[in-house]
């Protein structure tokens, strides 16, 4: 199983970006994925993360109703949009995957997910 995270970047306070992580090596379709950032002298963080269905999604507090998460099956890929990016959300950004039984599970907790991508920055100045 490998993860591939792209899409990081130097960005300015209000702007946007999309992070993907492209997957290969596993049945796509039954995989749940999560974001995670890590900022310099911080602890890992929950981002985001969805159902292998798509049915179920959730994000951190600190992100809701500014980041989305998403896949699309097909480019076994998924996605995570970033609008409105803010200073404190500077971090390096990585996705995980895990092979779910339940269609809807969306593990938000950094340990349950054998598979991880290599991570992408992200900076936000003001």
């Known amino acids: 199983v490998q993860l591939q995270a792209s899409g990081g970047g130097l960005v300015q306070a209000g702007d946007s970006l999309r992070l993907s992580c492209a997957a290969s090596g596993l049945t796509f379709g039954r995989y749940a994925v999560g974001w995670f950032r890590q900022a310099p002298g911080k602890e890992r963080e929950f981002v985001a993360a969805?159902?292998?269905?798509?049915?179920?999604?959730y994000s951190s507090d600190s992100v809701k109703g500014r980041f989305a998460i998403s896949r699309d099956n097909a480019k076994k890929t998924w996605y995570l949009q970033m609008n409105s990016l803010k200073p404190e959300d500077t971090a390096i950004y990585s996705c995980?995957?895990?092979?779910?039984?339940?269609?809807?599970?969306?593990?938000?907790?950094?340990?349950?997910?054998?598979?991880w991508g290599q991570g992408t920055q992200v900076t936000v100045s003001s």
């Open positions: 995980a995957a895990k092979s779910t039984i339940l269609t809807v599970d969306a593990p938000r907790v950094d340990t349950d997910y054998p598979y």
């Open positions: 969805l159902s292998r269905s798509g049915v179920s999604s």
